[in-house]
């Protein structure tokens, strides 16, 4: 079931959506929004590693595994990445890739649009996501992250979340 979200996350929602011009609202308070990617969510989060799918010819068992992996120039680096099962483990040696684009900000954005589609052509994580609608996917998160997601947090709770 899809949870409505509190007021002020819906007027975040909706000038995000607004801007975008994505959504044609026909009443703000039929808003549907998945809040946070947990429980029966949890497959929309960069870290389910439940379900792995092959992103240019390399089968990773998270998307966050696949995303840290392409700050590597070449494939035999990357393939460290797909014996990876635990994304925090992920994360972290992402942030130790020597070889990081220095333009990572600007082309991470597209990346993830690619790996995302990679790992959605799964039919079963497919079929999940077409059974959220047209909710609005919001990965909340309280470690200050507003620009994947948007942090719940008190000192974030007027930032906007920018993806
Ligand atoms: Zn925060």
């Known amino acids: ?5 509190p007021m002020p996350i819906v007027n975040i929602c909706v000038e995000n959506i607004k801007k975008a011009g994505l959504f044609i609202m026909e009443n703000n308070n039929e808003i549907r929004v998945i809040e946070e990617f947990k429980g029966d969510y949890r497959f929309l989060s960069n870290f389910y590693n439940k379900s792995d799918f092959e992103f240019e010819g390399l089968t990773y068992h998270s998307s ?3 995303f840290q992996a392409q700050k590597c120039s070449t494939a035999e680096e990357k393939i460290k990445y797909t014996e990876v099962t635990n994304p925090v483990v992920a994360k972290r040696m992402g942030k130790k890739e020597p070889g990081f684009p220095s333009n990572w900000d600007e082309i991470s ?3 993830m649009k690619r790996i995302l589609m990679a790992k959605f052509s799964v039919p079963e994580l497919r079929e999940k996501l077409k059974a959220t609608g047209d909710a609005v996917l919001i990965e909340g998160n309280k470690h200050h992250d507003n620009r994947w997601g948007k942090c719940m947090c008190d000192s974030c709770k ?3 979340g920018q993806n």
């Open 109 to 111: 954005y597209g990346i």
């Open 1 to 5: 079931m899809v949870r409505f979200c």
């Open 158 to 160: 007027n930032k906007e």
């Open 64 to 66: 966050e595994a696949a």
